[in-house]
């Protein structure tokens, strides 16, 4: 017979549930999102603007070579272009953290993608509607891919050039890929563009496989 030690006179008793609890409390599900698009749409300025961290950024001078390549018609300001990747941290809530990576937006850099996006949930294509040329290949990217991915329009100066459709059209993005307006420099503008990208992974992960997704059940904030 095995014999149960009496209580301690005077000691507390334990509350009921605490242990239970405690068991529960979980550090927040890791998530992977690719913030991509052509060159000076706002990737490294969105990372920026949302991560709880300071971003790590591979920035390099533009130098009077790489002006004659890059069109820097609509951001004459610009003088550092992303020569790798943008890195950056943001905690939606207690069950879920976001860890963003921003691409390299000219085309000569495009070797790296694969290994910028490799493990990603979901993707955030930007878009200036005065440069669309310059926004095909991400599209291009992530559908080949077969990631799933949302467009956002970056309304620089608080404008857009064209509505929605007609960016629609142009870059011929498909009818279920939501398409939206977003200022890069805004926190929440930010925060809202990814919840996108975010749900759209979710819906797919849900439609692929019936019962709790992998990795512990993301909940939609």
């Known amino acids: 017979?095995?014999?149960?030690?009496?209580?301690?006179?005077?000691?507390?008793?334990?509350?009921?549930?605490?242990?239970?609890?405690?068991?529960?409390?979980?550090?927040?599900?890791?998530?992977?999102?690719?913030?991509?698009?052509g060159f000076g749409v706002g990737k490294t300025t969105a990372v920026g603007s949302i991560s709880e961290i300071r971003p790590l950024t591979?920035?390099?001078?533009?130098?009077?070579?790489a002006a004659g390549v890059d069109d820097l018609t609509h951001t004459p300001a610009?003088?550092?272009?992303?020569v790798a990747m943008d890195f950056g941290v943001i905690t939606i809530d207690p069950?879920?953290?976001?860890?963003?990576?921003g691409t390299p937006g000219q085309e000569r850099f495009g070797f790296m993608w694969d290994d910028v996006v490799e493990g990603a949930l979901g993707g955030l294509v930007i878009v200036d509607t005065r440069r669309l040329d310059d926004c095909y290949a991400a599209v291009d990217y992530?559908?080949?891919?077969?990631?799933?991915?949302?467009?956002?329009?970056?309304a620089f100066d608080g404008e857009v050039q064209h509505d929605l459709d007609e960016v629609r059209w142009a870059l011929d993005i498909s009818d279920p890929v939501p398409l939206i307006v977003f200022d890069a420099r805004e926190t929440g503008s930010v925060r809202d563009a990814l919840l996108v990208v975010l749900d759209v992974a979710l819906s797919r992960a849900e439609s692929a496989q019936p019962g709790p997704i992998a990795g512990g059940g993301v909940q939609r904030p």
């Open 1 to 37: 017979m095995v014999s149960v030690p009496s209580p301690t006179p005077g000691a507390p008793s334990p509350t009921p549930g605490a242990h239970s609890a405690t068991a529960v409390e979980q550090p927040p599900l890791p998530v992977k999102l690719v913030i991509a698009g």
């Open 58 to 65: 591979t920035e390099a001078v533009i130098t009077e070579v």
């Open 78 to 82: 610009k003088t550092t272009t992303t």
């Open 95 to 101: 069950t879920l953290k976001l860890y963003l990576f």
């Open 142 to 154: 992530f559908e080949h891919k077969d990631i799933p991915f949302a467009v956002a329009v970056n």
